[in-house]
């Protein structure tokens, strides 16, 4: 399989300040990243897709304004929760698609996740 | 629109024993792909086995397969010899062809008793 990895893996933040995430696909060119966020015990819920060079598309009811993305390189995007409240907290993973040679189709591979406390 | 229903919550299963998750699908595409992943308390999402709706036969993976039955939209992973690293939550997901978004079910809590 394809690596993805995500930065921070952990992190705690005030109430008010903005949180970076970032989420890279480390052997292979991702054309499209997706960004997720699960709540304890539930399942994944797809808050926006991005396509490299394009603006995200958000999932209805997700804040564009409140949850920034951006997908500036085939290897790189970002995930940024701006004003952060405590109702934020969850767990964020990222997921990658794109063509890695020596495997078949374009699969879907996800990062290891991070996890946000807002406090 | 696409939908994924798992309806089992929890499962309980002895080692070594095969066990199957139920996962029922719904979408107006006539192309699409079936997946499962398994989430350790990790949260790391690891893939398992993918089955295309057009494939003949049922997609096999180690011990994982798929029960795929396209006429009535399920999609059940069965594990053989059921391991206690099996235990986890699985999620069933599907997406439709030209689609670029996966779509998850609830997910099935599995544990496995020694």
């Known amino acids: 399989g394809a690596v993805v990895s995500q930065h921070p893996s952990r992190v705690i933040c005030k109430s008010g300040t903005s949180v970076k995430i970032e989420c890279r696909s480390l052997d292979f060119q991702a054309t499209t990243m997706f960004w997720y966020r699960q709540f304890p015990k539930q399942s994944l819920m797809l808050m926006a897709t991005s396509n490299e060079g394009s603006k995200a598309t958000y999932e209805q009811g997700v804040e564009k304004d409140k949850f920034l993305i951006n997908h500036a390189s085939l290897t790189l995007s970002t995930l940024t929760v701006t004003s952060a409240h405590p109702e934020d907290s969850s767990f964020y993973i990222c997921?990658?698609?794109?063509?890695?040679?020596?495997?078949?189709?374009?699969?879907?591979?996800f990062g290891p996740g991070t996890r946000l406390t807002v406090t | 629109a696409q939908k994924i229903t798992q309806t089992q919550p929890g499962m309980f299963v002895q080692e070594k024993e095969a066990v199957t998750l139920d996962c029922t699908y719904d979408t107006s595409d006539p192309s699409y792909g079936l997946f499962w992943y398994k989430q350790p308390s990790s949260g790391e999402m690891i893939f398992l086995i993918y089955?295309?709706?057009?494939?003949?036969q049922n997609a096999t993976e180690g011990r994982y397969s798929l029960n795929f039955q396209k006429a009535r939209k399920s999609a059940n992973l069965v594990i053989s010899a059921s391991q206690l690293g099996d235990s986890a939550m699985y999620f069933c997901a599907m997406r439709d062809q030209g689609a670029q978004k996966l779509v998850f079910g609830q997910g099935t809590r599995l544990t496995i008793n020694p």
């Open positions: 089955q295309g709706s057009y494939d003949q």
């Open positions: 997921s990658a698609r794109g063509i890695k040679q020596g495997l078949a189709g374009d699969e879907q591979y």
